[in-house]
C-alpha cells in the first residue's frame, strides 16, 4: 500500500462491518460514522442518551434513520457487549473517557484480552517519506517498559502486515541518540530489544535500535553517522521511548509536516475506533478504515 486513500478500497473489499458506538451524542464522531457509512464500509448502532444522540445528530445534519439507537446508562459496557455477542464487529468511542471505555472493553467477564497491552498505533503517509509510516504510541501507553514495547511491537506489526500489507516489517527502536548509554532507558531497551528479535523472541519483523529518528528516516543521515543496518533510513514501523515524544511527533507530523493519518487502538481481540475533534474528516473516515480492517 503507498498511500492511505487505499484504505478505503480494502475496507470495502473486505465487506462491511457493524460498529458499536459507545456514548454517541457526539457530533464529531456521528459526522464520521456516517461518512464511513455513505463509504459502504460500516452498518452502527448508536448506544448512549437517545435524547441527547437525537439533539447531536439534528446539529451536526446526520440522518439517524440509517442507524440503530438503543437507550443505555451504561453505554460502554453495551457497546463491548454488541462486539461480545456478535452484533457488532469493533467498538468506537463517542462522548466518553477514552480510560472509561477501555476499562469496559478490557473487563475479564467480556474475554476480550489477549495478553498483549492495547495501544495506539497510527499509520501516516507524508510526501517527505517514501512509504507509509506506522507508529505507536501516541495515545495510550504513559510510560512503557520492555515488555509493554514488545506489546507495541506486535500491535504495530499487526497493522503493518494486515492494513498496509508489508510482509516482514522493518521496526526501528526510538531515542534521542543512536548508542546506548546506561543512563538512558529507551536506548537500554532498544538493545534489548533488538537482540530478543535477533534470537527470535519477537517474530515476524526486523527490530533494530537505538536510532535517533532521522537515522530511522534517511539513509542519508544513518550513512553519515556509520550505521550500517537494514532498518536504517528504511523503517516501516516506529516505537516511541513514551507518549510524550509519540503525541508530539503525531501532532508535529499532522500539523506542520501535512501528513495524512490513520489511528486505530490495538491489542484486544477488537479494535477500537476514535476520533478527535482536531482530526480532519479524512482522518476520521481512514482512522474507521483502518479499524474496518483490524477486526480479527
Known sequence: M??????????KANGKKVVAVAAADDEVVLKA?????????????????????EKAAKNANVNLSNFEVIDSNAPADDAVKAVVNGKAHFVMKGNI???????????????????????????FETPLYHKLLVVSDAGMTIAPDLEQKVHL???????????VGVEKPKVAIL???????????????????????ERGQIKGCIVDGPFALDNAVSKEAA???GIVSPVAGDADVLIMPDIEAGNIFYKGM????????ASAIIGAKCPVALT????????????IALTCLMVE
Open 223 to 225: 550513512e553519515h553517522k
Open 33 to 53: 460514522v456516517e461518512m464511513a457509512y455513505n463509504e459502504g464500509i460500516v452498518d452502527a448502532i448508536l448506544f448512549g442518551n437517545k435524547e441527547k444522540i
Open 97 to 123: 473517557k477514552t480510560g472509561d471505555l477501555m476499562k469496559a472493553v478490557l473487563k475479564d467477564e467480556y474475554n476480550l484480552k489477549t495478553g498483549r497491552t492495547m495501544s495506539l498505533v497510527s499509520i
Open 276 to 287: 478527535s475533534r482536531a482530526d480532519s474528516d479524512e482522518t476520521k473516515l481512514l482512522s
Open 254 to 261: 499532522v500539523f506542520l509536516a501535512g501528513a495524512k493519518v
Open 153 to 163: 511491537i506486535e500491535n504495530s506489526v499487526l497493522v503493518a502486515r494486515k492494513a
Open 175 to 197: 531515542g534521542a541518540i543512536e548508542v546506548v548509554n546506561p543512563k538512558m532507558e529507551a536506548t537500554v531497551h532498544a538493545a534489548l530489544l533488538s537482540k530478543m528479535n
Open 2 to 11: 503507498k498511500k492511505l486513500s487505499e484504505l478505503l478500497d480494502k475496507a
